[in-house]
């Protein structure tokens, strides 16, 4: 069974963020893919202290929340990674697992560990945003830290789905035909791994 992990990098449970990857996620759920949610306000992630304690090890020092969230990153096959904007960057919340991943970035890079290389198991990223305003460059910066997240972690990059112009919590159910894309790009995830 396809192995969907969707993380909820917003800290407003029941905002424009979590209504929309809850639509992807359930269009995954409808397509027979098994789906976990991480809400990563519900964690506790330390910011990365940049000790390089995992150049030898693949291994990050900090024992907190990340360590039940690695392999859970290992074991999908699709991430949908979700954000909003926050000056023009993914959250804190969603930076902090981010840079956390320089564990795995070492694995992979310095330690050349196949499973994370070229023979190693592919899987898909997917990112999805939503911003207040309505500049053509606000989703610029989110979308490339999700891209070289999702490099370091064996996704291949596969799209985003962003919204501008959202702003109030819940505003997102205003776009009732952005709400149905989302539900689609969850099916079409799934359906196009399946094959
Ligand atoms: C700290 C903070 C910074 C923000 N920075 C931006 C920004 O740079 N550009 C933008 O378009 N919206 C910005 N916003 C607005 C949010 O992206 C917007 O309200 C979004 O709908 C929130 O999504 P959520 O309901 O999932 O939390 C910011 C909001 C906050 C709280």
Known sequence: MIKVLGIFGSPRRGGNTELLLEEVLKGAEGEGAAVERIYLSD?????????????????????????????????SDII????????????AWAKALIDRSQALWAKKYLLKDPSLGKEGKRRKGFFVSVGATKGPKVFEGAILTAKYFFDTVNADYVGELVVRGVDGKGEILQHPETLRQAYESGRRLVKEQER
């Open 43 to 75: 964690y506790t992630l330390t910011p990365c202290k940049e000790c390089h304690g995992c150049d030898q090890t693949g291994q990050c020092v900090i024992l907190d929340d990340m360590e039940s969230i690695y392999p859970k990153l290992l074991e």
């Open 80 to 91: 949908v990674l979700a954000s909003p904007i926050f000056f023009y960057g993914v959250t």
